[in-house]
Structure formats: structure tokens, C-alpha cells
């Protein structure tokens, strides 16, 4: 995303403020909910605020910091798709963290299949199983990681179900031990303020241009398999192996990531019986090796022996 475009974001998101916030923060125990204000909160250093995007993050931002209070970000959404939304918002949450100084830490795991399986059968209640994954691991991440509270800014997204979200929220608080901000939800309620059109904060901007196999690239770098990005992609499988054998011939993947060690050592003692300067065709290649072993992988060893004879 241009910076123009981030810039609008964080300035139409700003205009929410009235300069005198005082939210909620419910303390999640056992048996009760004890509210108390973010004033008498200020003893919290820091607070992890899951963030789905940046131009919700930022009116969060903002309101904590107005109070004392330091949020550290926590991108983790296995349930946004296509895989090039996903990227182009969690870059845009990091230009948007070193702009504004926000700690970020991003939980490298694009979930979409696992997520689209376990909704899939019971599709009318998706939103509570979306909700549940993402506030579970914020708030089990806060738990392993020292914070005493966690928020995040679905609780300003006017796209949500707000009951559904705090209850998920503090439900998730109470099995990890952690304590559950409601930052903006209670705060515009009591106000009676309708919520922000965020949608108007996502001006066209032209997509960055990334050719196929860097793309192909990124995604396995995420965690992606190659099954996955196949089916992301409307690709073949041999289609996304050929993209990231380019990335092992340039030295940026690791040559075994893609093939077995056995798998290379068989190719390359066939391909040592032949002069370099007449290997034979893939397909005798092929016949002489054993069936599992895929025309990818033989034209991959190929095109490294080589360059490197």
C-alpha cells in the first residue's frame, strides 16, 4: 500500500477522537466482572492488542497510548483470503508499526485451510469459530508472553458481532488467565457514536506488481505448502515447484526444501554417467529412475549440475 493511502487511513481514523476517552476494562475472574476505568488502569505498562488491520489498529493505538498505556501489536488472521489481501494487510500493519513506533509481532501462520475445514460444516456459526481462534491465540499469547490484559480492534470494526466478540473474549481471558480491554465497544455505546465506516479508510491504490514466482515464494516462505499455494493460486503443483526452483538456483532456498537428499543423489550419480555436454533427454532420464522420483526434481538436479560443472 502507497503511503498516501496510509496516511488517509490513520487521519480519517483519528477524526474519531473527542480528546477525553474513558473506556472500560473488565477484569476477567472466575465468578465476576469487576469494571474499571483505563485511569486507574495506568500501572499496565503494556497491553497486547490483536490487530486485524492497520486502520483499526490506530484509533487503538492512539487511545491507549492517551492513557498511559503502551499496546503491542499481534497480527494472527488465518481467516482472511485471498492470500495477496492477507500479505497486503499485514505489510500495511507493519509500515504502519515503524511509522508510529507500535512494537509488532507477527504469528507467521496462514491458516486458511485449516480454518475454511473446521467452519465448513457449520457455516452459520463461522464467526464465533473465527472469533475463538483469533482472540484464543491473543490471549494465550499474552498469557506466555507476561502481558496481564490483552484487546483487540475487531472491538471497533462496525462489520462485527460486538456481544459475540466480548463473550468469545472473556471466555478466552478467563481459560489463559489474562484480562480482557474493551477499548472503543463501551465506550461508543455509552457515547451513543455510530461506529467508524472503515471501509471508506481502504482508497484504491494500485497492487503492487510482483511477478509469479515471487509470489509462489512468499507464500511458501509463510509456512504455505505447496499443495496449498497450488489451490490458492489456481496453479499446478508442478506450476509452483518450477517458481521456487528458481529461488534454489539463485541461492535463496534451500535445495532440500523442495527434494529429498536421496531423491538428488540418485539423479546426480545417473547424470554423472553421461559427458555434461550430452545429457540425455528427461524423459530417458525418467525411464531410468525410479517412478517416484518426478520430471520437477530431474529438471531442478539438471539445471544445477550444470551451472555447477
Known sequence: MKKGALSKALQYVKLLKDGSFAGTFFRVRPFKKIPITFR???????????????PCSVYCVDT???????PVSLWFNPNIH?????????????????????????????????FVRAVAADIDHRCAHCYTIRLGTAAKYAS?????AFTSSLLISPYQNHELLKAVGETMAKKYGVELLSIVNTYMEEKQLERPEI??????????????KTLSFRMYKDGMSLEEIAEERSLTEGTVFTHLAHFVKE???????????????????????????????LSVLKDALEENISYNEIR???????TTL
Not at 492477507?86 to 509500515?95: A, N, P, V
Not at 506466555?144 to 496481564?148: I, R, S
Not at 531442478?300 to 550444470?306: F, G, P, T
Open 40 to 54: 486507574e488502569m495506568t500501572f499496565m505498562d503494556k497491553i497486547l492488542l490483536h490487530s486485524c488491520c492497520a
Open 64 to 70: 491507549l497510548r492517551g492513557e498511559g498505556i503502551e
Open 82 to 114: 485471498p492470500w495477496t489481501e492477507y500479505d497486503q494487510r499485514r505489510s500495511t500493519l507493519l509500515e504502519y508499526g515503524e511509522k508510529e513506533r507500535v512494537e509488532v509481532h507477527i504469528l507467521e501462520d496462514y491458516g486458511l485451510r485449516d
Open 144 to 148: 506466555e508472553h507476561g502481558y496481564e
Open 199 to 212: 471501509k471508506k479508510v481502504f482508497v484504491p491504490v494500485p497492487e503492487e506488481k510482483v511477478d509469479t
Open 251 to 281: 541461492g535463496e532456498l534451500d535445495l532440500y526444501e523442495l527434494i529429498s537428499a536421496e531423491h538428488a543423489k540418485r539423479i546426480e550419480n545417473l547424470l554423472r554417467k553421461y559427458p555434461v555436454e550430452d545429457l540425455p533427454s
Open 300 to 306: 531442478l538436479i539438471v539445471d544445477l549440475y550444470r
